[in-house]
């Protein structure tokens, strides 16, 4: 039976150093290095690497604080058992975002989808879309500093406490928030946007929630992290840019604001709340068998 007091305490523990581990240091690289060069620039890519690393140091911390143990740490592959949500981390992000692509032509191209491909080829997009599905899940290493934390520790405490949906939304906020001390310079959408920086700060908790809502999925299915690592670094390094091949009959110039993005990602949002209405199945199912 689960501890709820404890629990939450060691919630409490893990969320208090995870921003810790993160912000100070950001704000010490930011006043002795200036963002520009620490992080935008990848001058000092050490540093920029193991900036989300912070999440996965909480949860180290809590676990040797509170004398928690590793026996739910989901640091197993289980390949053997579970390498078809493997390979479905590589491509998801893709497929994801692929209506993104669409609603921006449909809109803001008028519906002229005559330059689709950025001009490229048939050869040079399989090319292309090849480099960043095998390239991409090789980066997994960098996003196991905020999976290990979140959906490896922070996910796991809050379900308990709050069930499936809150731990959905409220953690996607958190994760939303925790990036703030990187939005607030830029990171992500720039400076020269209205309601900066609070829309970029907002715009973050939305994308962290509808993201969550597929890596949280994926990590209970194969109660690993690393799919959901290889699944986060597709979105962070390429994986979602795919969807721009869809992209035509906007200027070359043509960036979305804060709201045409939210306007754009709403398909996108959609298919994302499909791993909600799947996790949240899976929980009856499980409720039904501990019953029977």
Request: glycine share 8%; hydrophobic share 50%; charged share 15%.
């Amino acid at each position: 039976m689960t501890n709820k007091k404890l629990e939450a305490k060691r919630l409490g523990i893990f969320l208090f150093l995870a921003f810790a581990l993160t912000w100070i240091p950001a704000w010490i690289l930011n006043a002795v290095f200036g963002y520009d060069k620490w992080f935008n620039s990848n001058e000092i890519p050490l540093f920029s690497a193991i900036f989300g690393y912070g999440p996965a140091l909480a949860n180290v911390l809590t676990r040797k604080i509170t004398h928690e143990g590793w026996h739910d740490s989901l640091l197993h592959l289980n390949i053997k058992t579970k390498l078809r949500y493997y390979v479905f981390a590589v491509v998801a992000m893709t497929v994801l975002f692929l209506p993104e692509g669409f609603m921006i032509t449909l809109i803001y191209g008028h519906g002229d989808f005559s330059n689709m491909g950025s001009g490229m080829n048939w050869k040079e997009i399989t090319a292309y879309v090849l480099l960043i599905l095998i390239t991409s899940p090789v980066l997994a290493f960098i996003t196991f500093g905020e999976e290990f934390g979140w959906r490896g520790y922070m996910n796991q405490k809050m379900e308990k406490l709050i069930g499936t949906t809150s731990t959905v939304f409220l953690g996607g906020i958190i994760w939303g928030v925790w990036h703030a001390e990187l939005t607030v310079k830029g990171h992500n959408f720039g400076t020269d946007y209205p309601g900066f920086p609070y829309m970029g700060i907002l715009m973050m908790c939305i994308i962290c929630t509808f993201e969550g809502m597929i890596l949280m999925w994926i990590t209970k299915k194969t109660r690993s992290i690393y799919p959901a690592c290889i699944l986060h670094a597709m979105n962070n390094n390429g994986g979602s840019s795919l969807a721009y091949l869809l992209v035509s009959g906007v200027p070359e110039d043509f960036h979305l604001s804060i709201p045409q993005s939210i306007l754009t990602g709403i398909p996108s949002y959609i298919l994302a709340s499909v791993f909600l209405v799947l996790m949240l199945r899976d929980n009856k199912t499980k409720m039904k068998e501990l019953r029977a």
